[in-house]
């Protein structure tokens, strides 16, 4: 009877032992196992982190979606002309005159287009978690692994890889959309930072030739060379005070080659003069896609030449290999914008490139 009773005491006692616990403990120590159990349910500070993020991530976004706009729409008809990306041209090909002024709908501004990424810490966490943008990233890449390496070069069979003719006459000043800023090493000795275009550009008549490749190079060539054009140079010359100028931009998105290249600027040096060594660029990387089409760079193997006014705006545009009428219009194109910034006739748009020297005008 004793030890029926210790027995009755006991398990009073552990009923008891159990209640208290049950009672003062956590939520999670209550129901373990349960279906409703709090080690299901997010708790309360990860909820909140979720929809700050969430919250953070919108507003980033329509941030940089206000800021950016539609910057590297084509402003008009698509080039009809054979592309490194997109489905593999079929037919015959023949170059036609530009239906549209090209270029980008906005200003150019000093520091864009560089290709490195200077998103902060916190930045790439929010664009992590984005789904447009990783989505957008995805379509990118998708693109890029899709593309056939050997494209541009099969593409050459179309006319030496001539993607359109120059036009005639210059654009008109109103209509005419930008050249966008690039960013690169220029042939100045003993230089630790790279330039950007945009600055020197601004307020100059320029003809920039655009290439990637030695064949691209002898193309521009056939357009800006003394031997092949030297009427643009009697301009560049008899312009005052350097108001006309001819630039070259050698863009390689190849490390490896890029690196090689690094090793020849002393032969590309003597090849021009010391006071144009600060004209040429070598730009590793910036140029998207979408900067292709707005610009009509269709062809990464083929060399393109554009025509520049002071308001960074491009007036005249050339691919390939010139032809006689396309060498006579550049230089009187050229003439044209140089006694257009002499004389300051033309008044930019609202919005114009900021920062410009010809705030006075």
């Known amino acids: 009877m004793d030890l029926t009773y210790s027995m009755m005491s006991l ?196 003809v920039v030739s655009v290439f990637s490749s030695m064949w691209a190079e002898r193309q521009v060539s056939s357009f800006v060379s003394p031997e092949a054009n030297p009427a643009l140079h009697d301009v560049v010359s008899r312009a005052p005070g350097g108001k006309a100028q001819l630039v070259h931009v050698n863009y390689e998105d190849n490390a490896v080659k890029a690196w090689l290249l690094s090793f020849f600027r002393g032969s590309l040096r003597r090849r021009f003069a010391e006071n144009d060594w600060d004209k040429y660029f070598i730009v590793r990387r910036g140029i998207s896609d979408d900067m292709r089409e707005a610009v009509g760079l269709l062809n990464a193997k083929v060399g393109y030449v554009f025509l520049v006014d002071h308001f960074c705006r491009i007036r005249w545009a050339g691919s390939g290999a010139s032809q006689p009428d396309e060498r006579e219009s550049l230089v009187k194109g050229l003439a044209k914008l140089a006694n257009e910034v002499e004389k300051g006739v033309v008044v930019p748009r609202q919005g114009e490139v900021q920062g410009s020297r010809l705030k006075g005008v």
């Not at 003062?24 to 909820?47: E, I, V």
């Not at 379509?139 to 593409?155: A, C, G, I, M, V």
Request: net charge positive.
């Open 11 to 206: 398990a009073a006692f552990n009923h008891e032992l159990f209640f208290i616990s049950s009672k003062y403990a956590s939520p999670c120590l209550r129901k373990p196992f349960g279906p409703r159990a709090s080690r299901h349910r997010h708790p309360q500070h990860l909820r909140f982190h979720r929809s700050y993020s969430q919250s953070a991530a919108a507003a980033e976004k329509a941030r940089t979606t206000a800021t950016k706009t539609t910057t590297t729409e084509p402003a008009g008809a698509a080039i009809e002309a054979p592309r490194r990306y997109g489905r593999r041209y079929q037919g015959e090909f023949t170059p036609k005159p530009l239906p549209r002024p090209i270029g980008m709908p906005q200003p150019p501004r000093a520091g864009e287009n560089t290709g490195i990424d200077d998103r902060t810490l916190v930045q790439r966490q929010r664009d992590l978690f984005d789904r447009e943008r990783n989505r957008a990233r995805r379509k990118e890449l998708t693109n890029q692994f899709s593309r056939p390496y050997f494209r541009d070069w099969s593409n050459l069979q179309f006319h030496d890889g001539k993607s359109f003719l120059a036009p005639p006459r210059l654009f008109r000043a109103e209509a005419s959309l930008y050249f966008p800023n690039l960013q690169g090493r220029t042939l100045v000795r003993r230089e630790k930072t790279a330039r950007d275009t945009t600055p020197l550009l601004t307020g100059r008549a320029s």
